[in-house]
C-alpha cells in the first residue's frame, strides 16, 4: 500500500461528477464555511481507506476543508440537482440544498467522493437555511457508522464539525456540518429529475454504468437496454436493502425517491431509528402521520420507488413491457435476503419448509411482547442450551415458551454443532444498535463540547457483534422514561 498522504496536496482527487456530466446537473460553488469550528470526531479507519494520514486528519489545514472553509486541492466543489416523490406526491426540482461535493479522492476503493452536509446555500436550497444542527449531524454520524458495522451498505460518514453559529429550528441550536462519502450520491430522484429529456438523461445512465456498474457495458450498448440492466441491478441491491434494514430492525423515516441511492445504499439519515421494544407497525417520524414509511412498510415502499425510477427510464427508450418483468423480480430478491439474513440470526444453515411460519411467530411473538428487537435476537443464542434464561426476555413467558420448544425442535434439523451456531449467531445479532435514547446521549454532551459518549458509541458501533467490557451501558434497553423519544424531520 502507498504511503498515506500527510498534505492535502498529496491527496489523489478527482471530479468524475463534474467532468462527465455537463452543468445542468449542477451549480459550482464554493461551501460556505463555519467560523470557529472543532473538529468533533473522525473516523480514522475510513480516513485510512482514502489515504488520509492521522497527521493530516487532524491538520488546522484538513479542519478548513471540513468547515467548509477551504477547498479541496484539485476538487471542483459543487450542488448538485435532483427532483423527487415526497411522501408519495411528485415535488418537482429539489437538489443539495445545503450540502457541496467537494470532489472525489482515488483511494484503493476507487473514486469515493467527499461531501459536505450544512454547508450553507445553494440555489437549491428553497426555503432552507443551508445549515444543519449538532443534533441530526451527530445522528447520521454515528448512523453511518453504525450501518458500516452491522455490513449494511451505506454512505459513511468522515468527520462532524462543530460550530457556535446558531442555527434556528424549534429552538436555536448551533451549527455543525458531516463529511459524507460514498463512491456516488446519485438518487432515484437525479433520473427522475430528467424525464423527458433523453440527452441528459442518456448522459447520466453512461456516467453512473461507466462508473459504477460497468460489466453492462459487456452485455448491451443500446440506451434502453442498458436501462433495462441498470434497472434490473439497482432492483436488486435496493431489494437486498430492505431486507437488510428489516432484519435489523431499522426505520429510514423518509424513504422518499430523493433518498434512494442508485447504488442501493442507506442514505440521507434523518429521522430514523432501530427499534427499542418491536412493533411491526412502528413509525419512526412524527411527520408520517400515515405510517407510509413505517418499519413493516420498507419493503413495498422501496418496489413502488423502483417503478418511479422505471417510469423515468423511458425517456431512454425503454418500454413498461421490458421493465415490468425486471420490477416484478424484486420480490424474489427480498426474500431471498430476508431469508439468508434469517437463517444467519436463527443460526440455521439453511432455509427449511416451515421456517416462514417459525419466523412469523417470532414477530408476532415480539410484537405481542414489545420485546427488545436485537437483544431477542441476542438472546435466541441461548435459547438452545439456556431455554429459561432466553424465556427471561419476555413478559409473556408462556407464549414464548411455546415458541421457543418449536425453534428448539427445529434445531435439532440443523448439521452445525451448537459451538458453530452460537458463534454464527452471535455474528449476526448486534449487541449494540445505535438507540434513540444513546443518540440522545451523546447530541446532549456533544452540545456542551463533549465527544465522549459519541466515542464510546461510535467504537462500539464499529463491531457491533463483538461484546466489550467497560461498555456495557451501551447494550442496554432504554429507560422507561426515554422509552418514546418523538423524532420530526427538523435537523
Ligand atoms: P431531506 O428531507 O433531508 O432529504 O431533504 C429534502 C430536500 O430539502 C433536499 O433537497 C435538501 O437539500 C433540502 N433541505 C433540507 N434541509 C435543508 C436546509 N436546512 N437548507 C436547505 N435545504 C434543505
Ligand atoms: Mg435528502
Redesign the pocket.
Known amino acids: 500500500m502507498s504511503a498515506l498522504a500527510s498534505t492535502l496536496d498529496e491527496l489523489q482527487v478527482s471530479n468524475g461528477f463534474a467532468t462527465s456530466l455537463s452543468s445542468s446537473f449542477y451549480t459550482l460553488l464554493p461551501a460556505s464555511g463555519l467560523r470557529e469550528a472543532q473538529l468533533l470526531h473522525a473516523n480514522e479507519a475510513l480516513a485510512q481507506r482514502l489515504g488520509i494520514s492521522h497527521e493530516l486528519l487532524h491538520s488546522p489545514a484538513f479542519l478548513d476543508v471540513l468547515s467548509g472553509n477551504a477547498p479541496l486541492p484539485g476538487g471542483q466543489s459543487l450542488a448538485a440537482v435532483y427532483s423527487g416523490h415526497?411522501f408519495g406526491v411528485w415535488a418537482g426540482q429539489?437538489?443539495?440544498?445545503?450540502?457541496h461535493l467537494l470532489g472525489a479522492i482515488d483511494g484503493p476503493d476507487g473514486a469515493q467522493e467527499l461531501q459536505l452536509k450544512g454547508s450553507g446555500?445553494t440555489p437549491?436550497?428553497?426555503m432552507?437555511?443551508?445549515?444543519?444542527v449538532v443534533r441530526s449531524s451527530v445522528r447520521e454520524y454515528l448512523a453511518s457508522i453504525a450501518m458500516k458495522g452491522l455490513g449494511i451498505p451505506t454512505t459513511e460518514a468522515l468527520a462532524i464539525v462543530t460550530s457556535p453559529v446558531p442555527v434556528y429550528r424549534e429552538t436555536v441550536e448551533r451549527a455543525a456540518i458531516v463529511t459524507r462519502v460514498a463512491p456516488s450520491f446519485v438518487r432515484f430522484g437525479s433520473f427522475e429529475h430528467w424525464l423527458g429529456h433523453p440527452e441528459e438523461m442518456q448522459s447520466l445512465l453512461h456516467y453512473v454504468v461507466q462508473n459504477f456498474y460497468p460489466a453492462l457495458y459487456e452485455q448491451s450498448e443500446d440506451h434502453a437496454e442498458l436501462a433495462r440492466l441498470l434497472l434490473s441491478d439497482v432492483t436488486k441491491r435496493t431489494a437486498y436493502l430492505m431486507a437488510d434494514w428489516l432484519t435489523v430492525g431499522f426505520c429510514h423515516g423518509?424513504m422518499?425517491t430523493?433518498?434512494m441511492s442508485i447504488l442501493g445504499l442507506t442514505l440521507?439519515f434523518?429521522p430514523f431509528g432501530f427499534m427499542d421494544a418491536f412493533q411491526a407497525n412502528h413509525i419512526c417520524n412524527t411527520t408520517d402521520q400515515q405510517g407510509r414509511y413505517a418499519w413493516n412498510q420498507q419493503p413495498s415502499v422501496g418496489h413502488w420507488n423502483l417503478y418511479r425510477l422505471a417510469s423515468a427510464m423511458t425517456t431512454l427508450g425503454a418500454t413498461p413491457e421490458t421493465l415490468n418483468p425486471v420490477l416484478q423480480q424484486y420480490e424474489g430478491w427480498f426474500l431471498e435476503r430476508y431469508r439468508e439474513n434469517l437463517c444467519r440470526k436463527m443460526g440455521w444453515q439453511e432455509w427449511l419448509e416451515g421456517d416462514t411460519q417459525l419466523v412469523d411467530d417470532w414477530w408476532r411473538l415480539l410484537h405481542r411482547d414489545q420485546a427488545d428487537f436485537s437483544l431477542s435476537f441476542r438472546a435466541l443464542a441461548w435459547a438452545e442450551k439456556h431455554p429459561e434464561a432466553f424465556l427471561q426476555c419476555f413478559h409473556d413467558q408462556d407464549q414464548a415458551r411455546v415458541w421457543v420448544d418449536k425453534y428448539r425442535v427445529r434445531l435439532e434439523a440443523d448439521p452445525q454443532t451448537t459451538a458453530q451456531r452460537q458463534h454464527a449467531m452471535n455474528a449476526a445479532n448486534p449487541l449494540y444498535v445505535l438507540r434513540n435514547y444513546l443518540a440522545q446521549q451523546a447530541i446532549a454532551a456533544a452540545e456542551k463540547g463533549d465527544a465522549s459518549v459519541l466515542s464510546d458509541l461510535f467504537t462500539v458501533l464499529s463491531n457491533p457483534f463483538e461484546e466489550r467490557s467497560g461498555y456495557e451501558r451501551y447494550a442496554e434497553v432504554p429507560p422507561p422514561e426515554a422509552q418514546s423519544i418523538a423524532l420530526s424531520?427538523s435537523?
Not at 429539489?94 to 450540502?99: E, P
Not at 432552507?128 to 444543519?132: L, Q, S, V
Request: aromatic share 4%.
Open positions: 415526497q429539489l437538489g443539495d440544498g445545503r450540502a446555500l437549491y436550497s428553497r432552507g437555511d443551508g445549515r444543519a423518509v422518499n430523493d433518498n440521507d434523518g424531520c435537523s
